[in-house]
Structures are given as structure tokens and as C-alpha cells.
């Protein structure tokens, strides 16, 4: 029996009729989209379920009623749900602990909605259950809520390395998003979570979609896996900063009860104990820019645990919050307004807390680490603030290139590097800006369609070497050329471009050719 806090139980051996009724009633993404259209979806996504009810309101087939009470939270009659659930039944459902009886109707107890996404392996499905959310309770959440597919986990699933593993690690698994996406690579999954009610939800949903390779542990961060190697590790901890105060809320699937962005340090610096050699770990996190010294900014000091834990590391920053903005963000996350008295004494405490450390932003970002199999060669921080979008799904795949990019370029001496032959990547372009009445440009801007959509500055020399670059002569040859085009040394036109053709390679904008 898994154990679904003060709601009830859900009994495992539901799970396999639960799943032949969701299948059988077209319980999918797609289904959905096709019953209330595209801006009830947007709407949803917003908050706003009143568009996809309506859409819904008057239908009555499995698959509207499984969205009515399962994903929207509304009740619904108990024989329109006997109906949809044949095999399980209504009784089956409340016995399982996925809906509770009152009189006539059924009153959803979880949410349970169906997942798509595609990754190297091809398209996926399954359906997630996870806690009501607040539109379903109509108030703030309880503190060991557990939280479904957000944002945030999409994000990670997108940047996670393609590829086979043997063993991977799912530290705060939630609901287990991360664990089910890792054991499509991996032969087996540690999934760990401090919360007994997120393993419950976790073990759950692997046994809804037929998943038997993920072992789950109960603990606190590494606790659980002491002693233990993974060649993968996946994380999105509880990072976010909160006062630690006890008039505010602590929630298990946010907080990680440290103070500050001590939660994301103590994630890098384990790390460097549980991976395996050539192991990688990705998390996300947040990190505090402090006032004071240089080494006060949160990318610096990020990568400095990196550091100090031998690992290579690379940190993207990809958006930077004030404090004001950041406490309005998780009170509002809370289920709290930040207009109610209530909300203003929490957004207070937050910025007495980040007062009391000197704290003047938030980054947010990503967090991509190696452990060496001989000396350090990865060494990045950057902020990049182009939007992902729909890119983000393809970002895993992308990181695995431009660290193969990496391994090989860091191999090669510059003499080495200049006997190359390179590519531009299809997806680049150049921008060139013009003063008025002036031939040559001012600005020359190299733009990335995909990956991390980098925008690259570049001088007349690196852009002719970059556009020359056709997988057919090698860079010394090209580097030569331009320079007598422009008239300069072919040696020092070479020394000021080899470093930035290197960038280039790791971002992906510019690729070793097939040999």
C-alpha cells in the first residue's frame, strides 16, 4: 500500500486497471488538446481553467470526465465516473484513494493528468499523479504538497545527456518525473526524496506506466546513497531561497531547510563524492549576487564549489531576479496573494532575510557537472538571456555535442587546432548593422537558431573565418586567406582568432568536420 497522506491510500495494485481505463479512454495530451482547443490549453497553463470546463461542460465521454475531475478538479456524478473507469470501477477509485465519495458525486483527491514529450529514444507518454493544486483546493498548500509536471522539471528533462548509463541518481524525486525519464537510458535508478508522501506519489506513477528499474530511498539529500557511484544524477532540489523563520511556510518540495543557496552548494560539493569517473550530474538551482567583492556574485561563487570539489562545471545563468520580485514569486507559489496582509508579512520576511546577507539578486539557472577521468579541462559560468522557448527539448542532446565539442578541442595544441577542418552549423546566421551612408558594418553579430541561442560579437576577421568555414579547407588555409583580404599578419590574425574559434565549437556554432 502506498501512502497518500491524510487523503487516503493508493493501493499499487491499482495501478494496472487504472492504466487500461486511461488507455482505453484516450486519457492523452493529444486528446485533450483536440477537446478544448489550443486557448483553452494557453488559459489553462495561465491559471485559468474556466475555458477548458466550458469546453468540456457538455460532453461526456471518458476521456472529459477523466479531465474533469482528475486534471481540472471538479466533481464529478459517480456513475459518469463508473463509466470512464470500467475496469477499476468508481468504488475501485475511491478505494485507491484517487477520489472520495460525497453523496452522488466523486471528489478528486489527487490530480492526474497524461505527459508527452519526445527525447532520443522517440516519443513518450505517461500520466502523472501528484497533489491538487491550488485552482482544485481554492487555498494556500499544504506544506508537504508534492508537486506534478511543472515548468521547472520540463526544463530539466530537456537538458538531461542522451545516451546509455548504467546506474542514475534521482535526488529529490518528487512525483518521480526525473527517475521515469532516467530509466529510459539508464539499467537502473536510485530515486531519494526526504518526504515519505513525494515516494509514495513517485512509486505510484512508475507502476501506473510499467516502470520496474527505479529502486526508491527515503533521506535527505546524498544520506540515502552514502558510499554509492552513479554515472548520471539528476536533480531539482528544493533550491528555493526562503527565510528560515517559523512564521513562514516551509514547503517540502521547494525548501531545501538551509540557509541562503546553501542547498545548491551542498548539491555541487556532493557530487564530486557520488559521481563515477566521467559521471555527470545536472541540477538546477539558484544562486545568491551578494554586495562586496567580485567573488560575491552568485556565478563566481557557484562555480568556486565546483572548484574546490575538483569537478568540471558548467553554470548558465539564465535570468537574474531582484529580491522584491523573487519573494512575490514563491508567496504566490505558496497559494498566498501578495495584495493580503498575510502576503505582505511574508514578502517582508523575505527581504529582511536577503537584507540580512547582503543579498541584491537571484540568478537562476543551470547547473552541469563532471567529474574527470584525468585533469580538469571545463571551467564555464555564463549568463545567456535569449529566450529557449520550444528549443528547450532538444537542449540535452545539444550539451552532449558541444561537451564532445569541448573534449576535443581542449586536446588540440593551436598549431593543431589551425590543421582542423570546420563547418559552420546550419542554424547560424550573421547580422550586420550599418551607420547611415557607411560601407563598411559597425556591428557584426553572429545569432544561434538553436541550442542556447548564443549571440556572438564579432570583428571582420572572425566573421569572414566563421563564413568561409564549409567542412573543406582546413583553418590555416582560411585564417591565411582572410588575412590577405584584410591585409593584416596571417600569425597574429591567427593568435586573436583560434581562442574565439574554440568558443565557437563549444557553443556549437562552429563543428569539426566528418573526417
Same mark, same amino acid.
Given at each position: 500500500? !502506498?501512502?497518500?497522506?491524510?487523503?487516503?491510500?493508493?493501493?499499487?495494485?491499482?495501478?494496472?486497471?487504472?492504466?487500461?481505463?486511461?488507455?482505453?479512454?484516450?486519457? *492523452?495530451?493529444?486528446?485533450?488538446?483536440?477537446?478544448?482547443?489550443?486557448? /483553452?490549453?494557453?488559459?489553462?497553463?495561465?491559471?485559468?481553467?474556466?475555458?477548458?470546463?466550458?469546453?468540456?461542460?457538455?460532453?461526456?465521454? $471518458?476521456?472529459?470526465?477523466?479531465?474533469?475531475?482528475?486534471?481540472?478538479?471538479?466533481?464529478?456524478?459517480?456513475?459518469?465516473?463508473?463509466?470512464?473507469?470500467?475496469?477499476?470501477?468508481?468504488?475501485?477509485? /475511491?478505494?485507491?484513494?484517487?477520489?472520495?465519495?460525497?453523496?452522488?458525486? @466523486?471528489?478528486?483527491?489527487?490530480?492526474?493528468?497524461?505527459?508527452?514529450?519526445?527525447?532520443?529514444?522517440?516519443?513518450?507518454?505517461?500520466?502523472?499523479?501528484?497533489?491538487?493544486?491550488?485552482?482544485?483546493?481554492?487555498? +494556500?498548500?499544504?506544506?508537504?504538497?508534492?508537486?506534478?509536471?511543472?515548468?521547472?522539471?520540463? *526544463?530539466?528533462?530537456?537538458?538531461?545527456?542522451?545516451?546509455?548509463?548504467?546506474?542514475?541518481?534521482?535526488?529529490?524525486?518528487?512525483?518521480?518525473?526525473?527517475?521515469?525519464?532516467?530509466?529510459?537510458?539508464?539499467?537502473?535508478?536510485?530515486?531519494?526524496?526526504?518526504?515519505?508522501? +513525494? #515516494?509514495?506519489?513517485?512509486?505510484?506513477? +512508475?507502476?501506473?506506466?510499467? !516502470?520496474?528499474?527505479?529502486?526508491?530511498?527515503?533521506?535527505?539529500?546524498?544520506?540515502?546513497?552514502?558510499?554509492?557511484?552513479?554515472?548520471?544524477?539528476?536533480?531539482?532540489? $528544493?533550491?528555493?531561497?526562503?527565510?528560515?523563520?517559523?512564521?513562514?511556510?516551509?514547503?517540502?518540495?521547494?525548501?531545501?531547510?538551509?540557509?541562503?543557496?546553501?542547498?545548491?552548494?551542498?548539491?555541487?560539493?556532493?557530487?564530486?563524492?557520488?559521481?563515477?569517473?566521467?559521471?555527470?550530474?545536472?541540477?538546477?538551482?539558484?544562486?545568491?549576487?551578494?554586495?562586496? $567583492?567580485?567573488?560575491?556574485?552568485?556565478?563566481?561563487?557557484?562555480?568556486?564549489?565546483?572548484?574546490?570539489?575538483?569537478?568540471?562545471?558548467?553554470?548558465?545563468?539564465?535570468?537574474?531576479?531582484?529580491?522584491?520580485?523573487?519573494?512575490?514569486?514563491?508567496?504566490?507559489?505558496?497559494?498566498?496573494?501578495?495584495?493580503?496582509?498575510?502576503?505582505?508579512?511574508?514578502?517582508?520576511?523575505?527581504?529582511?532575510?536577503?537584507?540580512?546577507?547582503?543579498?541584491?539578486?537571484?540568478?537562476?539557472?543551470?547547473?552541469?557537472?563532471?567529474?574527470?577521468?584525468?585533469?580538469?579541462?571545463?571551467?564555464? @559560468?555564463?549568463?545567456?538571456?535569449?529566450?529557449?522557448?520550444?528549443?528547450?527539448?532538444?537542449?540535452?542532446?545539444?550539451?552532449?555535442?558541444?561537451?564532445?565539442?569541448?573534449?576535443? +578541442?581542449?586536446?588540440?595544441?593551436?598549431?593543431? #587546432?589551425?590543421?582542423?577542418?570546420?563547418?559552420? /552549423?546550419?542554424?547560424?546566421?550573421?547580422?550586420?548593422?550599418?551607420?547611415?551612408?557607411?560601407?563598411?558594418?559597425?556591428?557584426?553579430?553572429?545569432?544561434?537558431?538553436?541550442?542556447?541561442?548564443?549571440?556572438?560579437?564579432?570583428?571582420?576577421?572572425?566573421?569572414?573565418?566563421?563564413?568561409?568555414?564549409?567542412?573543406?579547407?582546413?583553418?590555416? !588555409?582560411?585564417?591565411?586567406?582572410?588575412?590577405?583580404?584584410?591585409?593584416?599578419?596571417?600569425? @597574429?590574425?591567427?593568435?586573436?582568432?583560434?581562442?574565439?574559434?574554440?568558443?565557437?565549437?563549444?557553443?556549437?556554432?562552429?563543428?569539426?568536420?566528418?573526417?
Amino acid at each position: 500500500m !502506498v501512502r497518500v497522506g491524510t487523503l487516503g491510500v493508493i493501493d499499487l495494485s491499482a495501478a494496472a486497471p487504472l492504466a487500461h481505463d486511461l488507455a482505453a479512454a484516450r486519457y *492523452t495530451v493529444e486528446r485533450l488538446r483536440v477537446l478544448w482547443g489550443d486557448e /483553452a490549453g494557453a488559459a489553462l497553463e495561465r491559471g485559468n481553467r474556466i475555458p477548458a470546463l466550458r469546453a468540456l461542460e457538455r460532453r461526456d465521454d $471518458p476521456a472529459a470526465t477523466l479531465a474533469t475531475v482528475l486534471l481540472l478538479g471538479i466533481p464529478v456524478p459517480v456513475d459518469r465516473l463508473e463509466a470512464a473507469l470500467p475496469t477499476l470501477g468508481a468504488t475501485g477509485a /475511491a478505494r485507491a484513494g484517487l477520489v472520495v465519495r460525497d453523496g452522488d458525486l @466523486a471528489r478528486p483527491t489527487i490530480d492526474l493528468r497524461p505527459y508527452a514529450f519526445v527525447d532520443s529514444q522517440g516519443a513518450g507518454a505517461w500520466w502523472i499523479a501528484s497533489d491538487l493544486g491550488e485552482l482544485a483546493t481554492g487555498g +494556500a498548500l499544504r506544506t508537504d504538497h508534492v508537486l506534478g509536471v511543472g515548468g521547472a522539471s520540463i *526544463t530539466l528533462s530537456g537538458l538531461l545527456l542522451p545516451g546509455p548509463a548504467g546506474v542514475a541518481l534521482d535526488l529529490g524525486t518528487g512525483c518521480g518525473i526525473q527517475s521515469l525519464h532516467l530509466a529510459r537510458e539508464a539499467e537502473r535508478v536510485v530515486a531519494t526524496d526526504i518526504s515519505p508522501r +513525494a #515516494l509514495d506519489f513517485a512509486r505510484f506513477n +512508475a507502476a501506473l506506466n510499467g !516502470v520496474d528499474t527505479i529502486e526508491f530511498r527515503l533521506g535527505s539529500l546524498f544520506e540515502p546513497v552514502a558510499g554509492e557511484r552513479f554515472d548520471r544524477i539528476a536533480s531539482n532540489p $528544493p533550491f528555493v531561497i526562503t527565510p528560515r523563520r517559523d512564521d513562514v511556510p516551509a514547503y517540502e518540495y521547494r525548501d531545501g531547510g538551509l540557509v541562503g543557496d546553501a542547498i545548491v552548494e551542498a548539491m555541487v560539493r556532493g557530487a564530486a563524492e557520488h559521481l563515477a569517473p566521467g559521471g555527470v550530474a545536472q541540477l538546477l538551482g539558484n544562486w545568491e549576487d551578494r554586495s562586496g $567583492p567580485p567573488a560575491s556574485v552568485g556565478l563566481d561563487r557557484a562555480l568556486g564549489w565546483a572548484d574546490d570539489a575538483g569537478l568540471d562545471a558548467w553554470i548558465v545563468q539564465r535570468d537574474r531576479l531582484d529580491p522584491a520580485h523573487y519573494a512575490e514569486t514563491w508567496v504566490r507559489d505558496g497559494g498566498t496573494r501578495v495584495d493580503t496582509p498575510e502576503g505582505a508579512a511574508l514578502v517582508g520576511a523575505w527581504l529582511d532575510d536577503f537584507a540580512a546577507r547582503g543579498v541584491v539578486g537571484i540568478g537562476v539557472g543551470y547547473v552541469l557537472l563532471r567529474r574527470p577521468e584525468g585533469p580538469r579541462t571545463l571551467r564555464r @559560468a555564463e549568463r545567456l538571456d535569449a529566450p529557449i522557448g520550444d528549443a528547450a527539448a532538444g537542449l540535452g542532446a545539444h550539451l552532449a555535442g558541444a561537451l564532445a565539442a569541448h573534449d576535443r +578541442a581542449a586536446a588540440l595544441t593551436d598549431d593543431a #587546432l589551425a590543421e582542423a577542418v570546420l563547418a559552420v /552549423a546550419p542554424d547560424v546566421t550573421e547580422e550586420r548593422s550599418h551607420w547611415p551612408g557607411e560601407e563598411h558594418p559597425s556591428v557584426l553579430v553572429l545569432r544561434q537558431g538553436g541550442g542556447l541561442r548564443r549571440e556572438v560579437r564579432a570583428d571582420p576577421g572572425l566573421a569572414a573565418i566563421v563564413g568561409a568555414c564549409d567542412g573543406d579547407l582546413p583553418l590555416r !588555409v582560411i585564417v591565411a586567406a582572410v588575412a590577405e583580404l584584410l591585409e593584416v599578419d596571417a600569425a @597574429a590574425l591567427s593568435a586573436a582568432v583560434l581562442p574565439a574559434v574554440r568558443e565557437l565549437l563549444v557553443s556549437g556554432m562552429l563543428r569539426f568536420a566528418a573526417s
